[in-house]
């Protein structure tokens, strides 16, 4: 069984650490910070076996370094992998992933056929992002937050919609693990686009009950996400409406609709 945990980093990242029940070893993904994910190896007893990469922005790759370093210097010189997009410009990445790839990570597929992970690429955020589905576990790094998504800092809304429809496409039992907590303050826009949304609204009571005794609000599921998540409702007649009041402007497709949506939000 795979288990995950959040390791909390900077003002509100999260390094998922992965270990496979029983096993000494464990992987991270988007170690920002090395300091962080070293504290939680010892304080579990774990060895560090591998890392996976998002993307290349410096809050998902700035400890990779310092793990590396810290590997060889306290794990015998074990050489740890290192998985990334084909994107040279991160530095360290040993294998460098695309879609359609399916990779075995060590411990974590040991013995289990099923746990093969695929790699999914998601452009938007960055143009390099990718995304990690191992089993029902999906890490989309910046791509989706919960009740929001990344920031279009360098693909377009056409690239965008195409990475979140194929997590739409996943099965709604899909666990959601996001690099960043932003869900309470996300539920403030979705709430202004869709304050008619009872599943939103009890959502929005849970994450703030939730935040309240200092817990994460992820991971989320795809299903919750399809029934709140604004951006992954552009299809919706409630979304298109609340956009085109909002803008002044009737979008002329879904893409239209996304990206008149993410410039909302930009200045919310
Ligand atoms: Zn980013």
């Known amino acids: 069984m795979l288990q995950v945990y959040p390791i909390p980093a900077f003002k509100d990242n999260y390094i998922w650490l992965l270990n496979r029940a029983g096993s000494s070893l464990a992987w991270v993904i988007d170690p920002g910070d090395a300091a962080p994910v070293i504290t939680e190896l010892a304080a579990r007893g774990l060895t560090l076996e591998g890392i996976l990469v998002t993307h290349h922005h410096w809050d998902h790759t700035g400890g990779i370094e310092a ?64 995304a990690f589905l191992i089993g029902d576990a999906l890490f989309c790094g910046d791509t989706l937050f919960s009740a929001g998504c990344g920031r279009l800092f360098e693909g377009t809304a056409a690239q965008l919609h195409d990475s979140l429809a194929k997590f739409a496409a996943l099965p709604g039992d899909t666990r959601v693990f996001c690099t960043h907590e932003y869900t309470e303050a996300n539920l403030k826009f979705a709430l202004a686009t869709e304050p ?7 959502y929005a009571d849970w994450v703030k009950q939730q935040r309240s005794e200092g817990l994460p609000s992820l991971p989320s599921s795809l299903a919750r996400e399809l029934a709140i998540n604004p951006f992954l409702r552009t299809g919706t007649d409630s979304i298109r409406a609340a956009v085109a009041h909002h803008s002044g402007i009737k979008p002329k497709d879904d893409v239209h609709t996304l990206a008149l949506l993410r410039q909302w939000k930009d200045i919310f």
């Open 67 to 130: 793990l590396l370093d810290y590997a060889s210097n306290t794990q015998g010189g074990h050489k740890i992998r290192v998985i990334g997009p084909r994107n040279p410009a991160i530095a360290n990445v040993s294998e460098r992933v695309c879609e359609g790839d399916s990779l075995r990570l060590g411990s974590i597929s040991e013995g289990d056929t099923a746990t093969v992970i695929k790699v999914l690429e998601v452009p938007g955020h960055t143009l390099d992002h990718i």
């Open 196 to 202: 008619q949304n009872t599943a939103l609204a009890d």
